[in-house]
């Protein structure tokens, strides 16, 4: 079970990802969901010292960051694969304010989250659309495929994103493209051998693509792909529609089948009216409880991590830590109180059978051995008194 704040910690004196997954760390939380604010490139042609080189050679691009290498000329050029030697001709693209230096930046910072044990995942930028199918689109689909390179480098759990909005489009065709547009990902996925799954987020809003029973249809629809279970924004798309343990129940059982056992999710806080998210809260200003869904997650037992999207980003990741704690130790105090009961019982009941054997015992004695038995019995009171 991990608890992490989505993005560098509030409190985090420093800005960068070193310093927010060592401070993460201090705060003894064990997640930390990387935020790609922007996925802005800067093209350039090779130069003569490019040639041969790989682009994921740290030592020749020690302050650049290639996230693709397009060869061929004119609309011809096509991506290939970051291990491959650079050509003359070919076409870099190149990070603008990347969240590290180079590719051994990205592998060092993998390590110090590995060593301090806490697990890295990747969102994608928060405005994302695969259902217009327009130069929208295609830049979404370059954020979401970036995002997989960056999140491998680092060796993180989970790329997650959004899916778009439905526009003018029906459910059904919005849904259609976005099945296209999922499989061309998850295909390039397999191509590139991007091992990191692709989480589908589900949208807290009405007019945004990605209710609870969307994400799912796409999971099935497409191999690979796993729902990122967002806890305020099914809330909110129910109107309050989650209140009892049974419900969070629900919801877990149906991505069981994708995520296998290994959950990850969003929790915080939020406002929300007539099936419409308006903003995140803290989690105690809010009417989403955590209680039940930490009483859900200990009856199963589950693997889940569980990022707070929270104003208070933080701290609250660490109070649903508390609260994890707390109802745990409740259930392990009346664990111990019904088993101290049970011994008692089972010590009354053994005592209770002692009787009854006795006195069975003493009931078969023939009259004769009762009498005698008795009489010394007699004695032993007489000289006592004496």
């Known amino acids: 079970m991990r608890f992490g704040p989505s993005g560098i910690p509030l409190s985090c004196k420093g800005r960068t990802l070193r310093d927010g997954i060592e401070d993460v760390h201090t705060l003894g939380l064990t997640a930390l969901e990387v935020q790609i604010v922007r996925t802005n490139v800067m093209e350039r042609f090779v130069t003569d010292d490019d040639i041969g080189k790989s682009p994921i050679d740290s030592e020749h691009f020690d302050a650049e960051l290639i996230i693709e290498t397009l060869r061929g000329s004119g609309k011809n050029r096509i991506g290939v694969s970051l291990d491959e030697k650079i050509k003359k001709g070919d076409l870099l693209l190149s990070m603008i304010n990347p969240i590290a230096k180079n590719y051994g930046h ?18 994608t930028p928060y405005y994302m659309d695969l259902v217009a199918n327009n130069d929208l689109t295609d830049r979404s689909i370059e954020s979401i495929r970036w995002a997989g390179i960056l999140a491998q480098a680092m060796d993180a759990k989970m790329v997650v994103t959004h899916l778009g909005m439905y526009g003018d489009l029906s459910k059904e065709d919005a849904r259609a493209n976005i099945i296209e547009n999922i499989q061309l990902i998850q295909e390039w996925y397999n191509e590139f051998k991007i091992r990191v799954p692709l989480g589908l987020e589900t949208s807290g809003r009405q007019e945004i693509f990605g209710d609870f029973d969307e994400i799912i249809e796409i999971c099935k629809r497409v191999k690979g792909p796993i729902p990122v279970i967002n806890f305020p924004h099914i809330h909110a798309r129910g109107n309050g529609a989650l209140k009892k343990k049974e419900d969070f129940q629900e ?4 991505t069981n089948k994708f995520a296998k056992g290994n959950f990850y999710t969003h929790f915080s806080g939020v406002e929300h009216e007539d099936g419409n998210e308006i903003r995140y809260t803290p989690i105690k200003k809010g009417d989403l409880k955590f209680e039940p869904l930490a009483e859900c997650i200990l009856d199963n037992d589950y693997e889940i991590t569980i990022i707070s999207g929270s104003p208070l980003l933080e701290h609250d990741a660490m109070y649903m830590k508390v609260i994890m704690e707390r109802v745990l130790a409740k259930r392990e105090a009346k664990a111990e109180r019904q088993k101290q009961k049970e011994a008692e019982k089972k ?6 059978e002692k009787k009854k054997k006795a006195a069975k015992k003493e009931s078969k004695r023939p009259a004769s051995k009762k009498k005698s038995a008795n009489k010394a019995s007699k004695r032993k009171t007489s000289k006592k008194k004496k």
């Not at 919801?251 to 149906?254: P, R, S, Y």
């Open 347 to 352: 010590a009354a009941e053994k005592e209770e």
């Open 106 to 123: 990205l592998r060092e910072l993998g390590e110090i989250a590995k060593n301090l044990d806490v697990v890295l995942s990747v969102h």
């Open 251 to 254: 919801l877990f059982d149906k």
